[in-house]
């Protein structure tokens, strides 16, 4: 079985070690049925970052999360 849903991406720019990876809470990616509900979780938690300039210069160049649309695949594994 496949389902579309939307998670969060974060983002660094950084010159030394670029990155991005899945928002978690407590170990699993979070996951929303709209783009817009995955908008307004980023906000309220996330929103942050677009006032420090701080966090968005070097060494840290953190970028606002961005809404992600995902493919998720479950399969049934082993026996029963």
Request: a positive charge; hydrophobic letters at 35%.
């Amino acid at each position: 079985m496949k389902i579309q849903r939307w998670a969060v991406l974060f983002r660094t720019r950084s010159r030394t070690a670029p990155a991005e990876h899945f928002l978690c809470e407590r170990g699993v990616p979070v996951l929303f049925r709209t783009r817009q509900e995955a908008r307004k979780w980023t906000k309220e938690y996330y929103g942050y970052i677009r006032e420090r300039q701080d966090l968005r210069a070097e060494p840290h160049c953190w970028r606002i999360p961005t809404p992600v649309k995902v493919m998720i695949t479950v399969e049934q594994t082993g026996g029963g």
